[in-house]
């Protein structure tokens, strides 16, 4: 869906002021494409994948600006009902792999709690405490923190556009 909009702006743009935007696209086209059978055979190009992905919106949304701004586009309509569900899924599911990388960060946690409680005891039989650990476990935690509130924000995001969505179809 995204190529077929970025392709109709390309066609439309002025092509001596969004040449180099143009053959960027058509060259992230073709990469997108070679990635997509590559991840369909089986091979795991998904960050790749993505990081293109991004750039090519960027793209596509520096093209738009640019027809909009010389009066070739109208103003943007507003994301149908479909769309704002679909962006949420996305946010449900990137809030989902923040909940799996929290649960990992849980039982790295238990585990350094876990060492230095035996560390902790071990010294007081022996010499003195050993602040590396307590510096790893401090790290782990707030680690864990800053996933855990992306986690929130993603919920968040992900409930917002499903009442837009709702709103949008209350009004039609």
């Known amino acids: 869906m995204f190529e077929g909009i970025a392709l109709a702006l390309l066609l439309c743009a002025p092509p ?81 792999r923040l909940a799996a990388a929290v649960h990992a960060l849980d039982i790295r946690i238990t585990t350094a709690s876990n060492e230095l409680r035996m560390a902790q005891f071990g010294a007081s039989l022996t010499t003195g405490q050993d602040p590396e650990r307590h510096r790893r476990l401090r790290v782990l935690i707030e680690q864990r923190q800053l996933l855990a509130h992306r986690e929130r924000l993603a919920l968040a995001e992900a409930a917002r556009l499903e009442t837009e969505a709702k709103a949008i179809e209350g009004e039609r």
């Open 16 to 96: 001596a002021e969004l040449d180099a935007h143009r053959a960027e696209l058509d060259l992230l086209a073709v990469r997108i494409q070679e990635l997509k059978l590559r991840q369909i055979h089986g091979e795991n190009v998904r960050r790749e994948l993505e990081r293109l992905l991004v750039r090519a919106q960027e793209l596509a949304g520096a093209i738009e600006a640019e027809l909009q701004r010389e009066g070739a586009l109208p103003a943007a309509l507003p994301p149908s009902p479909d769309e704002l569900r679909e962006r949420a899924d996305a946010a449900r599911d990137e809030a989902d």
